[in-house]
């Protein structure tokens, strides 16, 4: 299995950016997704999780309304549209999958997640 995130970058305050990964060696359809960071110093967290089905996603706190996590199953690709971004929006983003059985629910722990990307690093200047 292959994990692979794209579209990082340096952008100014108040921007957008769109990160992008592509997952193979896999059954996407199986598969739910989330995007993580993870700051200097600090704990990787959860960002964005979308279901395999794409009927549920989950949002940290801080993300909502300007972070919109959405996948294309007939590309096994996920993206993160992220708007009115914030220096604290600045870190390293990682693509991450899990295979998921229950439909009721999306998980967004990293402990959940059992394939992982190298990650992107987004930097947000003021």
């Known amino acids: 299995v292959q994990v692979v995130e794209s579209g990082g970058g340096l952008v100014q305050a108040g921007g957008s ?22 700051a200097p110093g600090k704990e990787r967290e959860g960002v964005a999780c979308i279901s ?7 949002y940290t706190g801080s993300v909502k309304g300007r972070f919109t996590i959405s996948s294309d199953s007939a590309k096994n690709t996920l993206y993160l549209q992220r708007n ?11 693509c991450a ?10 998980q967004c722990g990293v402990g959940d997640y059992k394939y992982w990307g190298q990650g992107t690093q987004v930097t947000v200047s003021s």
């Open 52 to 58: 395999r089905s794409g009927g549920l996603t989950y």
């Open 97 to 106: 999958a899990y295979r998921q059985l229950s439909l009721l629910s999306v």
């Open 84 to 94: 009115s971004l914030k220096p604290e929006d600045t870190a390293m983003y990682y």
């Open 17 to 38: 950016l769109r990160l992008s990964c592509t997952a193979s060696g896999l059954t996407f359809a199986d598969y739910a997704m989330g995007w993580f960071r993870q």
